[in-house]
């Protein structure tokens, strides 16, 4: 459909150009990406005057990772969950900040074809300090029967299963970006309008790699391949130049879509202090594997493609490499080499 208007495209406009690309469309991919877009607004208004509305700081309580879990945590949660259990086009949900998976047990729920696994606010302990935090989601097709409650099974599909995955970033604008498997979108928020417009069509990998994303403060636990890197990362050119530059904000997702845009590689590696790495296989390492795979980007555990590990738990952990592919690459290499 040509754009008649003098303007980007709307979020919904582009969804509804683009249903064809989604397998069973019927309309439930805008009903699904729709709901994100609306809870996305309101987590974002509640992040914008964090300091004033008491959300700012921690509940006192721990999450299942063991996690302090910050009030907007708890707030994210809640507003997502609800949002796509009105919605009526998922079966159940797998969030960071629930024990177990939750099925949403009435009647319009069960005959929903989908499963939604999130990480609700991601990059908690950058609230207070007004550093950019995102939010993370995985859509799969579920593989229980329709019109039953969902069971474990439908939430541990290998990532090369989703549907759908997204994240919006709650930074300096509010952008959301998601695939569907044909291709990378970004949709900045304009808070004036309420609406979210498309400003990063097709987003792709650059070739060279521009920085490096890891948390150098846990440099004595990391393997020798992850440490022969960083030295590499650092040397010094023969013309004095650097091949690349650190940049680590503690924020995955700000992280990844700077990386996505400019080139570089994120880095969370097993070490003593995490034996599996960080990250969390379902709801941060799985969506954020489907766009990088998506805008020409590599994503892998050091030796394995993450989107093909069959997940046995649904808080499961794996260390991480993700980004421009030739860096990934690099990395496999010196892992392989030690
Ligand atoms: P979350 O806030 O959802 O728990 O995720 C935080 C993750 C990720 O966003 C970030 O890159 C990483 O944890 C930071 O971990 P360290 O503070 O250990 O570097
Ligand atoms: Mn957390
Ligand atoms: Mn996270
Ligand atoms: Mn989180």
């Not at 003098?6 to 699904?32: C, H, M, V």
Request: proline share 4%; with cysteine; aromatic share 10%.
């Amino acid at each position: 459909m040509k754009n008649h208007i003098d303007r980007p495209i709307t979020l919904g406009e582009f969804i509804i150009e683009n249903q064809k690309d989604f397998e069973y469309a019927q309309g439930e991919l805008t009903a699904l990406l729709s709901s994100f877009r609306l809870a996305g607004k309101m987590v974002n208004q509640a992040i914008n005057r964090a300091g004033l509305s008491n959300i700012i700081g921690k509940t006192g309580n721990e999450n299942v990772q063991g996690e302090h879990q910050a009030k907007l945590d708890v707030m994210a949660n809640e507003v997502f969950i609800n949002t796509l259990r009105n919605r009526g086009v998922v079966s159940g949900i797998v969030s960071e900040e629930e024990e177990d998976f939750i099925s949403f047990d009435n009647e319009i729920n069960d005959s929903s074809k989908y499963v939604v696994l999130m990480d609700p606010l991601d990059g908690s302990s950058n609230i207070d300090a007004n550093i950019t935090v995102g939010t993370i989601f995985s859509i799969y097709r579920r593989v229980s029967k329709p019109g039953t409650p969902v069971k474990r099974e439908d939430f541990l599909q290998a990532g090369t299963k989703q549907v759908a995955a997204g994240y919006l970033t709650y930074g300096s604008s509010t952008i959301l970006v998601y695939t569907t498997g044909s291709g990378v979108n970004g949709f900045t928020f304009d808070p004036g309008i309420g609406s979210f417009f498309l400003s990063h069509k097709d987003i792709r990998f650059p070739n060279a790699g521009y920085t490096y994303s890891i948390n150098e403060g846990n440099y004595g636990h990391f393997p020798k391949g992850i440490k022969k890197f960083i030295k590499w990362a650092q040397r010094i050119e023969k013309n004095g130049t650097r091949p690349l530059t650190a940049r680590y904000t503690g924020s995955l997702v700000a992280d990844i879509h700077r990386n996505m845009l400019f080139g570089g590689i994120y880095l969370y590696p097993q070490g003593t202090s995490a034996p599996n790495g960080k990250l969390r296989l379902l709801y941060e390492a799985n969506p954020i594997a489907f766009l990088t795979e998506q805008a020409g980007g590599k994503a892998s555990d050091g030796i394995n493609r993450i989107m093909e590990i069959v997940p046995k738990d649904i808080h499961q952990r794996v260390p991480f490499l993700c980004g421009t592919k030739s860096l990934v690459e690099l990395v496999e290499k010196f892992i392989k080499e030690v």
